[in-house]
């Protein structure tokens, strides 16, 4: 009895999956595409149309800052050959052969994949000492529409997140001191991969994201250094976002073995003083650092 496939969806901003069972069915041409994260993680995928037949490559296009990327693969049933999880520190262009499989001739089978990226060769800890300005301009006023562990998209490595509900061009300021090491300003488009975005390093080796920026709308580039309070864009509603906002977030590779890459909480300074902890459903006033 043929069991039908159910394919596709992936899961979090820098991850993709693709699960597929049945059997049964017929194979026919493979169909190409490329699914790219941040420009330079892509993944060139051919499959048939039934499933029964696919090739993955990771093909890395280069980029400022070392990323880690980290792939996984489920196959079972299946005659081939696939990196089950494996780990690569990539800068420089690079092709790497991730899965080629085909369905055997009887019983079911299945195969799956998934990715995750993040800047960085080495894990890090976080500095707590360390007091965020809020990534505005000072005097302005901006509602967190979701905080840690926010039930949308902040959970797993991602789980120390903020959104902040944010008009499109609003001004983005650092909200911390270090180095661009990643921007993108080009894309005009929403979904998976798709976010304009600026990436500074810290240091103490972690990483601030600042995701969904509006089209041409970064103002930085990587190597430029920046302090807390620098403009480095403007707002947006590229990528995978639901409406206009900016996603910020402080993470780096974790030493955990169990964990790819964790994000870290932090403190805040507002026009009310300093805040543990910004929640959801707060509305917090920019100001500068004190003594800044
Ligand atoms: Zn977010």
Known sequence: MARLGTCGAVILAAFGLAACQSSGGVSGPMTESEQCWWVHTCFDVAKTADQRAATIVLDYKGSYEP????????????DGTWLENETFFLQEPRQIPILNVKAGTTGSW????SFSHHPGV????HDDSVLYRLPYRDGETYEVIQGYGGNTSHAGDNFYSIDWDMPVGTAVLAARDGIVVSARGESNRKG????????????????????HLQQDGVTVQPGQS???????????????????????????????????????????????GEVAQLRKGGSYKGVSLPGG
Do not use: C
């Open 226 to 272: 920046v302090t807390a309070g620098s403009l480095i864009g403007y707002s947006g509603d590229t990528g995978f976002s639901s409406r206009a906002h900016l996603h910020f977030q402080v993470s780096a590779l974790s030493a955990d073995p169990d964990k790819f890459y964790a994000s870290f909480p932090t403190r805040f300074w507002t026009a009310d």
């Open 192 to 211: 998976r991969g798709w976010d304009n975005h600026v990436i500074i390093r810290h240091g103490d080796g972690t990483y601030a994201w600042y995701l």
């Open 110 to 113: 299945d195969w799956r994949w």
């Open 122 to 125: 080495e894990p890090a800890v």
């Open 67 to 78: 990323f880690a990327v980290q792939v996984r693969t489920s196959v079972s049933g299946m």
